[in-house]
């Protein structure tokens, strides 16, 4: 009987978008069969619909090939997950949010301000939660700096800085090649990639942003970089191909996982030889430097916020792993990724008086422990959130990450228009 009851109060999702970062979250809820029943998907490519159905472990499971067909269907579930490419997040946040979903909004809640601030506006309107999926306040990692932050071990804060190392990879694969590669056609880098990291300051400090600089531009993976007698497409015959660390035919060896995944269904199973046919025509078989994109390989933010606290934010391609320093008046906070890999810990915390502590974190499946780490403590923390008592903050809820984005898209205007950046202004003259 109790877990008849159990089962009978479980949250019902459903999924706009079955991509990778939907099935990771239906994959851990499907984990947790007495909170969680995966009622329904929505994908234009069936494969993907196909994997959420059989996470689902419903004979009952309904599959449509579009959001429009899914959202014409009137309300199915408790939950919707918006796991879409983000220029299609606004659109179908606010189809879900008239139907009388709560949301889990994969980041960012859009690809501009105005459209965020108008989420928010109709979350509120509607009454309803959006959770947004900042990972990294979930990650046992930075949940142990906010810790010791409460703790008032470093006393007050004085200044953050954060850097973000891309994985050059990664930008080719995602920023150069990929869906975030055109801002126009996504969002700013500092949006599309970084808005974790805007967040993350922002919630750290637990202050406002009050004023932002900000500095980047796209300077590597330009066509005048290329090497001489380069062709448009790595399958082409390109005469440096054996050493260029950007080589597309890496795809069908070292670099096959986890990134040819992320685009190409049959990643898995597919020969060298299918691999090698689909990159002749896909937009990742193209050359870095014949590519269309525009999103810088360089950035840093500069941020004023309130009570006199400062900080910066690096974005580099060419680095990987994320880093924090974060100096207060007892002491200061060092970590991240180098700190892992080469001392064996993640944080040192350095007093002004006394001896240093150093803290090693696990994540809670015994996973990662920063960005992927994260994913296990956001569903986690999925059931919990979206059953709080009406009108009870969430721990990534819209209220809090709206500002996170502003912080991005206010960088962003600072970069192009070389001015200082006052927020209150900015967040005035969108409304």
Request: net charge neutral; charged share 20%; glycine share 8%.
């Amino acid at each position: 009987m109790f877990s008849f009851l159990r089962m009978a109060n479980a949250l019902k999702l459903a999924c706009i978008g079955c991509g990778a970062r939907a099935q990771t979250y239906t994959s851990l809820a499907s984990q947790k069969p007495d909170r969680f029943q995966i009622v329904a998907g929505a994908d234009p490519v069936a494969e993907r619909v196909e994997k959420i159905r059989r996470l689902s472990g419903r004979a009952d499971f309904q599959s449509f090939a579009s959001a429009e067909a899914m959202l014409a269907a009137g309300k199915l579930a408790d939950v919707m997950i918006i796991a879409t490419q983000d220029n299609s997040h606004f659109e179908n946040c606010k189809g879900a949010l008239s139907l009388g979903y709560d949301v889990l909004l994969e980041k960012p809640i859009s690809t501009t301000a105005a459209q965020v601030l108008e989420i928010e506006r109709l979350a509120r309107q509607a009454n309803k939660r959006v959770m947004v999926c900042f990972v990294l306040r979930f990650a046992a990692f930075y949940r142990k700096v906010k810790e010791i932050i409460q703790s008032g071990a470093l006393g007050e804060i004085v200044s953050i800085q954060a850097n973000e190392g891309v994985n050059p990879w990664h930008q080719a694969h995602s920023f150069v090649r990929g869906h975030w590669s055109v801002v126009g056609k996504s969002s700013p880098m500092i949006i599309s990639k970084c808005c974790h990291d805007t967040d993350i300051v922002h919630w750290l400090v637990g202050r406002r942003c009050l004023r932002i600089a900000s500095f980047g531009s796209l300077e590597f993976f330009r066509a005048e970089r290329a090497p001489a007698g380069v062709p448009a497409r790595c399958t082409d015959g390109c005469p440096v191909g054996d050493t260029c660390a950007y080589n597309a035919l890496r795809y069908t060896t070292d670099m096959r996982f986890p990134w040819l995944t992320m685009v190409y269904d049959r990643a898995r199973e597919a020969s060298v030889e299918e691999i090698t046919a689909w990159l002749r025509t896909s937009p990742w078989g193209r050359c870095v430097y014949r590519c269309d994109n525009d999103a810088v390989d360089r950035q840093v933010l500069a941020m004023e916020f309130e009570g006199g606290i400062t900080g910066t934010f690096t974005m580099t391609a060419f680095a990987t792993g994320r880093h924090l320093e974060i100096c207060g008046t007892k002491g200061v906070l060092k970590g991240g990724e180098s700190y892992r890999q080469q001392f064996g810990t993640h944080l040192i915390l350095l007093p002004h008086e006394g001896e240093p502590v150093r803290y090693t974190v696990q994540a809670e499946d015994g996973g990662y422990e920063l960005h992927g780490g994260g994913d296990p403590g956001l569903v986690n923390a999925l059931y919990e959130e979206m059953t709080k008592p009406p009108g009870a903050p969430l721990e990534a809820g819209i209220e809090s990450t709206v500002h996170s984005h502003l912080i991005g898209f206010a960088a962003e205007e600072a970069r192009l228009t070389g001015r200082t950046v006052n927020l209150e202004e900015f967040q005035r003259a969108l409304a």
